[in-house]
Structure formats: structure tokens, C-alpha cells
């Protein structure tokens, strides 16, 4: 007996209550990844603990949805708020495993449990690039390597019975999706990766050991360091250091590793405070980030080069929808960071649940 003929044994909607269940006990772990990923801690130990308190959750009251509902948000031991993401990641992950299984149910229901494992990385990489705006290397890196092997397992996701075809297939998506990506980080670094901003005339900069200070905001480093190379730069008038002072006109470069005041080189973690005049400064500036290269690949390895296209071009319209939305309401600036992980995510979603087909119509035409 096939195994599409012994998950037929059942009615098929006893399938969509058992996968949108184990959606939501699967959402729930979910939860712990994006709680912990980002924060470098271990999935597996402890185990469910309040963030506020750290009371370990007992399992009856780690029931996936139903309990949040029961408790309305708070914690059973100290009241504390539990944040409504814990409810809407259970149930978004029960109903993408739902539709997974309504979808590509009548097909292969192997093929439905490769696509949830797909759909969970990707809500697990959406919800942590928008808080932390990194996509951790667990989801990328292992779901290129997850993405090849069920392409092995499962021919079907590349649309056909051939094993051999199917890991060619997904070789070709991983190069095409890592390295379009990456040439498009290149390019966009070597065209767009210096932002200029016009201050005040003899403006005050400080930088402390965290941050840069200007007169209406602080910038901590990390905002503007993604890789080594990143160049801070400022034509100063005057730069006053702990020990020195520079009355003339002195060029200034910050790097994560280095610090040039003219023709002099220090070590930044030897520089606590640097205060700067100037009229202008230059921030690095990144169009996409190398997360996101490996986020690529790993669609690429699941879903074929294609898809890798698809989601580029569609990924980039979504983008700029959103961003321009956002600017013109005034919740976001011209020159803010963005993730662009989940707009990946999201026209990676769009391939799986018809954007193949409706490419397919569209090219006939």
C-alpha cells in the first residue's frame, strides 16, 4: 500500500483537523525559536518558562492557543502580560499547515509536510528579522541543507518522480538563489552603501563606547556596522579626543575595527569619547544583508530557481509598496532600516500557493 493510499484510509477532513492541531503544537515551538534564537539560548532546555517570573509552565497550561484564550494573555503565576504574538504565530501556524494540507492534500501528503516545514521557517525567519533584523543562520543555512534533502525525499517539490532530477533541481536554486542575491548585495553596496546626511552648521557629534550622538537622537553602532568594512565618515572641523586635540580641518574614519583622525590610526575600543564638528556626515548603508543571500538559497533549494525569480520580483514590489505606504503616513523615514526577510517570506508564499501557476498562465498568454 502507497503512502497516499494509507493516508486515504482516513475521511480527508479528519486530515485538516489533525494538521492545523499539529500546526499549532508546532507554532508553539516556533514561539520558543523566535524568543531564543536571536538571543543565542538553547531551544530545547529550559523548558516554557514565563519571561517575567521564569515560572516553568506546566504542560496543561501549555496547551497551544486554547490556553492563552483561558488565561486572556497573562500569566498564571505573576499576571504579567504574555504577548498576543505567542497566540497569532500557534494559530497562523495551524491554518498554513491547513491550507497546506487542502492544497496539496489530493497530491502527495509528503509533499504537504515538506511545504509546512518550509512555511514554519519561514514564519519563524519573518518574526524574528522584524524585531532583530537579522534572519538567524539555523533557519538559513539549515534550510538550505533541509531544502536539499527533501528534494530528495520528495521529488514533488520540484514537480517531478525523478530523485536525480529533483537534488539538480535544488543544486541549481541554491546557486541561482544565493548567488543572484549576493551580486544584487554587491552591486547595490558599490552603488548605494554611503548615505550623506546635511547637519546644522558646526554640528556636535559624540561618539561614546555605544553610540553616536547627534543633537536629536542617539544611533547605536550596530545600526550601521553589518560588516567590517562599514566606514563612518565626517570632513571635521575640530575633533577633540581624551588626550588630543585636532583645531583644523581633519578627516574622520570609524570602522568596527579601526579609527582615523588625519593621518593618525587607533584602535576604537581604546577611544571611549570622541566629540566632532562638522557640517555633514557619511553612514554606510546596506540594500540587503547577507541573511537574506541565505534565505534566498534556501528557498532556492526547496522550490527551484523559479521560484528564486519569482520571489525577487515580487519580493521587491511588495517592498516598495509597504515602504512608500509607510513613508507617506509618516511611520517611516526615507532612511530607516527595513527586514526584508518577510517580504521575501511572503512572495515565497505566494509561489507556493499559486504564483508557479499563475507565472505558468501569464507566460501563455
Given at each position: 500500500?502507497?503512502v ?26 516556533l ?6 534564537m ?12 514565563c ?14 492557543i ?28 495551524g ?17 504537504v ?31 538550505i ?8 525525499a520528495?521529488?514533488?517539490?520540484h ?13 541549481i ?16 553596496k ?19 563606547e ?14 550601521k ?6 566606514a ?32 593618525e ?11 566632532v ?34 520571489s525577487?520580483?515580487v ?48 507566460l501563455?498568454?
Amino acid at each position: 500500500m502507497s503512502v497516499r493510499e494509507s493516508w486515504a484510509l482516513m475521511p480527508f477532513h479528519f486530515w485538516s483537523v489533525v494538521f492545523f492541531v499539529f500546526g499549532s503544537m508546532v507554532g508553539s515551538l516556533l514561539n520558543v525559536c523566535i524568543h531564543r534564537m536571536p538571543r543565542g539560548e538553547s531551544i530545547v532546555t529550559p523548558g516554557s518558562r514565563c519571561p517575567h517570573c521564569s515560572y516553568a509552565i506546566p504542560w496543561y497550561l501549555n496547551i497551544p492557543i486554547f490556553t492563552w484564550l483561558w488565561l486572556r494573555g497573562k500569566c498564571a503565576n505573576c499576571g504579567a502580560p504574555i504577548s498576543v504574538r505567542y497566540l497569532l504565530v500557534e494559530f497562523l501556524t495551524g491554518a498554513t499547515f491547513l491550507a497546506c494540507w487542502l492544497v496539496y492534500g489530493d497530491t502527495s501528503p509528503l509533499l504537504v509536510l515538506a511545504f509546512s516545514l518550509l512555511l514554519a521557517g519561514f514564519i519563524v525567519a519573518t518574526f524574528i528579522d522584524c524585531e532583530h533584523f537579522i534572519i538567524p543562520d539555523e533557519i538559513t543555512l539549515g534550510g538550505i541543507v533541509a531544502g536539499f534533502l527533501c528534494s530528495a525525499a520528495v521529488p514533488e517539490l520540484h514537480v517531478t518522480a525523478d530523485r536525480a532530477v529533483a537534488l539538480r533541481q535544488s543544486f541549481i536554486g541554491i546557486a541561482v538563489g544565493a548567488g543572484l542575491v549576493y551580486a544584487i548585495l554587491r552591486m547595490g553596496k558599490f552603488m548605494f552603501g554611503r548615505q550623506r546626511f546635511v547637519l546644522e552648521p558646526d554640528t556636535r557629534i559624540v561618539f561614546t563606547e555605544t553610540c553616536i550622538q547627534l543633537p536629536n537622537e542617539e544611533i547605536p553602532y550596530e545600526e550601521k556596522f553589518y560588516r567590517k568594512t562599514d566606514a563612518i565618515e565626517i570632513e571635521a572641523k575640530r575633533v577633540e579626543l581624551p588626550d588630543r586635540c585636532y583645531i583644523h580641518k581633519t578627516f574622520v574614519r570609524l570602522t568596527p575595527a579601526s579609527l582615523q583622525v588625519g593621518e593618525e590610526v587607533f584602535d576604537p575600543e581604546q577611544v571611549p569619547h570622541m566629540e566632532v564638528l562638522a557640517d555633514e556626515i557619511v553612514f554606510p548603508r546596506e540594500a540587503m544583508g547577507l541573511g537574506d543571500v541565505k534565505f534566498m538559497g534556501a528557498i532556492g533549494a526547496f522550490l527551484g530557481w523559479k521560484a528564486v525569480i519569482f520571489s525577487l520580483m515580487v519580493s521587491s514590489l511588495i517592498g516598495s509598496l509597504v515602504g512608500v505606504t509607510l513613508i507617506l503616513l509618516k511611520k517611516q523615514a526615507w532612511s530607516s532600516r527595513i527586514p526584508y526577510g518577510p517580504y521575501i517570506a511572503l512572495a515565497a508564499t505566494v509561489w507556493v500557493f499559486g504564483g508557479k501557476q499563475f507565472t505558468e498562465w501569464w507566460l501563455a498568454r
